[in-house]
């Protein structure tokens, strides 16, 4: 239960917190990000507004702060964009310095705060050598993860912050840098302990074997792809979108490609990933990236 203001930042935006930080362009000597608060007004009168964004360093200094006024129109959704400047950044470096700064987004009318909300926030930039593979701010950074499910044994998905930590523990105790949540949407908390511990993050949506192509599985699937990705936008550990994993009933190819346009336009700073089981199937090569399934010893044939 939400209790806000009528005039606040969106709670409804799928979902998310209502302010997403895009790191446009990320280097050693700077940082350049998109910030964009959505501010939602659900009274029946225009309002002038003051929206404060507010910088910080992990130890809470300030780095920079812009105060911008705007006016949000009664019964609508105004969006505020700010851009910001960060000189030789700190950078989210993975388990090597998982270093985060903070944003604060502060909303006030006739110089009252009403409302507030602060996001950290980690800089990193990244890409992939077809040679050399992953680069982590410039620098080789192999991944070895493992994939993990949010469950327990009598418990299923209902687990607690003990067992989220638990995971996090054991995942760091074998000395794995990335993890797979497969295969859908896991909690928010458990992507923070990835962004406090550097553990690099393959998001993903639960669409997975059999595609039908029916409006409505169409639509539902969009929409989980929209809410994975709006409500963990800001998460620095989160490098790369799952769209599909082992697809091997139907023609999906149709759907997968409607995903990829999905996801370059909400989050074209990401990459998009697949784990298809099947050569030489068309949706194989939609994604940015693929990683084939394959399970000697397990589903065909022996470990040798």
Request: proline share 5%.
């Amino acid at each position: 239960l939400l209790m806000l203001s009528p005039i606040s930042i969106s709670p409804i935006d799928y979902a998310s917190s209502g302010v997403y930080i895009k790191q446009t362009s990320v280097n050693d000597a700077y940082a350049e990000i998109d910030i964009k608060a959505k501010i939602i007004n659900t009274t029946t009168q225009s309002e002038d507004l003051m929206v404060k964004f507010s910088f910080y360093d992990k130890k809470g200094k300030l780095v920079d702060s812009y105060i911008k006024s705007v006016r949000a129109q009664s019964n609508t959704t105004t969006e505020i964009d700010h851009k910001m400047l960060i000189e030789q950044p700190v950078l989210w470096n993975g388990k090597y310095n998982p270093y985060m700064y903070s944003l604060q987004v502060q909303v006030y009318s006739n110089n009252k705060l009403i409302d507030e909300i602060s996001e950290q926030v980690g800089l990193r930039y990244y890409h992939i050598d077809p040679v050399n593979g992953f680069y982590l701010n410039g620098k080789p950074y192999n991944l070895r993860g493992v994939n993990r499910h949010q469950d327990r044994e009598g418990m299923g998905w209902a687990i607690t912050s003990k067992e989220h930590d638990e995971d996090i523990c054991l995942i760091k105790e074998i000395g794995a840098n990335a993890v797979r949540l497969a295969h859908y949407q896991q909690s928010d908390y458990f992507y923070s302990l990835c962004d406090r511990a550097g553990i690099l993050v393959w998001a993903e949506i639960p669409f997975i074997e059999r595609a039908t192509y029916t409006e409505s599985f169409l639509n539902n699937t969009k929409q989980q792809l929209m809410e994975l990705i709006r409500q963990n936008y800001n998460h620095p550990s989160i490098f790369c979108w799952g769209l599909f994993n082992e697809l091997t009933k139907g023609e999906p190819q149709e759907i997968v490609q409607e995903l990829q346009v999905l996801a370059k336009s909400e989050d074209p700073t990401r990459f998009t990933v697949s784990a298809p089981n099947h050569e030489n199937r068309p949706e194989n090569s939609i994604t940015d990236y693929l990683a084939y399934n394959t399970y000697p010893g397990w589903y065909w044939g022996g470990p040798d």
